[in-house]
């Protein structure tokens, strides 16, 4: 049964149209004959989208706002709300039909409900929309690359390192936690059974034997002979002992049965034992190296303090204090896991000796991960100042921080200072440890387990290698700006704090798995720092980038959502007025500058805010925007490429230097900074694919165009525009009959207005139809749903002609279209 409703091809199958959705006793929507825009939006079945019908592209449930725009036009970000979670999972019970189940479309997550997915409107059985082959273009390194654009003055640049201020602002608020933070998957740690850990040979490597005292080699061998693990310095006379004090069997406060030693390090050794007074639980014992060390023994006594106030789920528990003999013991959580280091030789193990870092993406969840244990810790007044991977265990899928040797308070400035060089910031031996400084021994740690980082206790004990001698920097630039922030040589220039780092690098994280899937995103991560972008290329670009979000923690952000004045000019003269002059008060001046196009007082506002905090990137991101506004594209790309580094998360300050080095005639490097934020976030994905298909039609790649064409979803305001330029294109290719057909199927799934439909149709109809006359006997291709015959298309092309002579602006018009009409007619030509 066909459908019934005014123009839908469609036909009524399990009670509904398979095109329109709607039911066959559904009150026909009235036909509307616009002279120019979008035509009625069908309405929806309750339960399935208006987008369901059975094809491999979903259509929309809306018709687009622009009926015949070609690829330079650049259709609104904004999508058509998503079904809630409840929604898409109420599909349970009595409501799944035969084929019930989870929708295959690769990156859906609804269920099939009536034969149809609640979600992305497909059938079972519809082909699965193919990734993009050309969405990821051409890898930076073909030509420049956004680290080698300029950048703008800021933070310790800009007023020196030693000028005794400190930035002012935090760019992060919100906590999250679980390995792969729901974006990635990390296999689980095995399990390890305890006993199994337990060294046979309990011995301190040569290597590492240095006298308590004065700090000179001991306990080395000679001419093939062992070293001494027990004796004195031949230096200063102190005496050394490298064994362990506890046997195996020795009872400990008459409490802890000893199974012996699990490990050795720079502070003690650890045991591991059972506690017989509590279920015969494993526990660890932790105690001095050497009793003669006076800074170890300092402090274990700190470690106990410190550990005795810490209670988090990411970091190892404190159980008790005890002593033995002439030593203390910290008794603590046994971790059954294994620590990041042992994993690192695991796989160097498996790999033939060779070095086999973690995935990017491995190295970013577990630092993801166990940064919130930072946090607790420097909201508690407290400084790690040894992380390493040694010191980070995963257990089954959770992490823990381990060994917190080195721990003080952040105003302890007399107690000795722990630390692993490699890991270490440069100031910590003049300034002393800070939140800073424990940011810059995560970024470390990062790069060492992405990659194989020769030097790093050594010739870049306090550097990062050049991209050059470094791949995984030049694959990954994001994950590079990341870890270089981390890792800045003025501890005022990294992240401020530990939430600051884990939101970047959870925007980082998606990134890097968004790359790797070499598909359009899916999913959309709403930044607490920049709302989306709305299109680009249009004349006022400064209003369509991504706009600031309002800081909560700013004193005035209240004050100024009171202001409701309409002239800006009156506006102006009360922010002059503020009762406080803070960051948000001059960024919304800078705008509202922009806004009356006064650049020169835009910028005057932007000196004010870099001179009251010059590590505040929000005034250079405005410097970028006044350049936009200027049209000065090569101006743009230095302030845009600043804040980058500074967010090296954020898909904005990547998609606004994309657009300047579009303008400014760098277009291999815009699309590959396109190309990151189409496969990274829903909301980034229709601006940038028509971005992209902007410079690969420019540059003659057609099938890049389609692929780029073919990234905006259904559930987009741009893919009416999409399917359309989709269309022309083939039109305008000239291509044979299966390039027609597929023109055909774009026409229809973009819902257009019925003028420009049936336009559509004639020239896909006048072009196909000669072909088909040239091909009699050739094998034939299926165009809209029926063989591409004469006998076909002559009907066809007859009604789209009647159509637009419905609509004709004149007689003369209507004359010359029905007179077409007339001679395409099967016995007009017998």
Known sequence: MKCQQPGCPGTIVDGYCDYCGMPPTATPTPVVAPAAGPGPAPRSRAGRSAAAAPTSAPRPSRASASASAGVSASPGVSASPRPSAASRNSASGTGLGKRGGPCPQPGCSGTIVDGYCNYCGNPPDAKPRAAAPELLGTPLSTTATASELGTVLMGSSLVGPDSGLTPVRSDAHRPRTRIGAGITSVPPAPSVDPASAVMSNPVVPEERRFCPSCGEPVGRGRAGEPGEVEGACATCGKPFDFRPAIKPGELVSKQYEVAGALAYGGMGWIYLARDRNVSDRWVVLKGLLNSGDEDAATSAKQEREFLAAVEHPLIVEIYNFVQHGDARYIVMEYVPGRSITQLLKQRRQANNGTYDPLPVDWTLAYAIEILPAFTYLHDSGLLYCDFKPDNLMQVGDSVKLIDLGAVRRQDDADSPIFGTNGYQAPEVAELGPSVAGDIYTIGRAMVVMAAEFRG??????????????????????????LVQRACAPVREDRFQSAEDLRVQATGVLREVVGRESGGAATGSQLSTLFSPPM?????????????????????????????????????MAALNRAPERTAAVMLEQIELALAMSDRRTASQVIRELLKADPWDWR???????????????????????????????????KF???????????????????????????????????????????RGDFEGTLAALALVPPTSRGYSDARTAHAQLLLGRGGDLADLASAMEAVHAARLDQVTTARLEVEILEAALPQVLAQRGAPKVML?????????????????YRDLAKWARDDDERNRLLSRADSTRRWSLL
């Not at 970028?624 to 000065?632: D, F, I, K, T």
């Not at 845009?640 to 500074?646: A, E, I, P």
């Open 784 to 800: 809209d749903g029926l063989p591409a015959t004469a006998r076909n298309l002559r009907p066809k092309l007859e009604k789209a």
């Open 456 to 481: 790093y206790q050594g010739e870049y004990v306090d550097s990062l290698p050049p991209i050059s001698k470094m791949p995984i920097f030049d694959q990954h630039d994001s994950f590079y700006r």
């Open 535 to 571: 299109t680009a290329g249009h004349a006022d670009e400064w209003r369509q980038l991504p706009h600031l979000l309002a800081d909560p923690s700013d004193p005035m952000t209240n004050w100024l959502a009171s202001i409701t004045l309409d002239d800006p000019r009156q506006k």
């Open 656 to 698: 606004a230097l994309a657009v300047a080095c579009e303008r400014g005639e760098l277009p291999t490097l815009a699309e590959e900074l396109y190309a990151i934020c189409a496969s990274t976030d829903a909301g980034y994905v229709t601006p940038s694919a028509f971005a992209l298909a902007r410079l690969r039609q420019a």
């Open 619 to 653: 005034a250079v991101w405005m410097q970028g925007l006044v350049a936009v506004q200027g049209r000065a594209w090569h101006e743009a790309q230095a302030p845009f490429n600043t804040v980058y580094g500074q967010v090296p998360g954020e898909l904005a300050p």
